[in-house]
């Protein structure tokens, strides 16, 4: 395991930390992936968050999920988290939050594939 994935484990592990206290003053929930502006990607397949909990949810708002990256270099299919075909052809997934995730998505704890 390289020292760059530890470092960003450690990273998220902070992060999770500071959940419950996002938690805690009732944050907004991420209403399914999004282009960073609030507003959905036109037909994403990848939207679907029925199945998630309520914890599931704010952790992918946490992170900062988005259906359309902001950088083009850095995109979900190409990030060492990205789990291919998880979610049907189309969607994958992310080992570190559940649910459906877009290709050309991004998070803020994106890390280039090893």
Not at 12 to 23: E, P, Q, T, V, Y
Not at 32 to 51: K, Q
């Amino acid at each position: 395991m390289s020292e760059q994935n530890n470092i960003s484990r450690k990273a998220f592990l902070g992060k999770i930390s500071m959940l419950g206290l996002a938690g805690a003053g009732g944050g907004v929930f991420l209403k399914g992936c999004g282009n960073g502006n609030g507003e959905e990607v036109a037909d994403d397949p990848c939207a679907d968050l029925s199945g998630l909990s309520e914890s599931d949810i704010e952790l992918r708002e946490t992170l900062e999920y988005v259906a359309e990256t902001p950088n083009p270099d850095e995109r979900c299919d190409n990030c060492e988290y990205w789990v291919d075909d998880q979610h049907g052809p189309e969607c994958g997934g992310c080992t570190l939050f559940a649910g459906p995730v877009h290709p050309g998505g991004w998070c803020n704890s994106w890390v280039p594939m090893s």
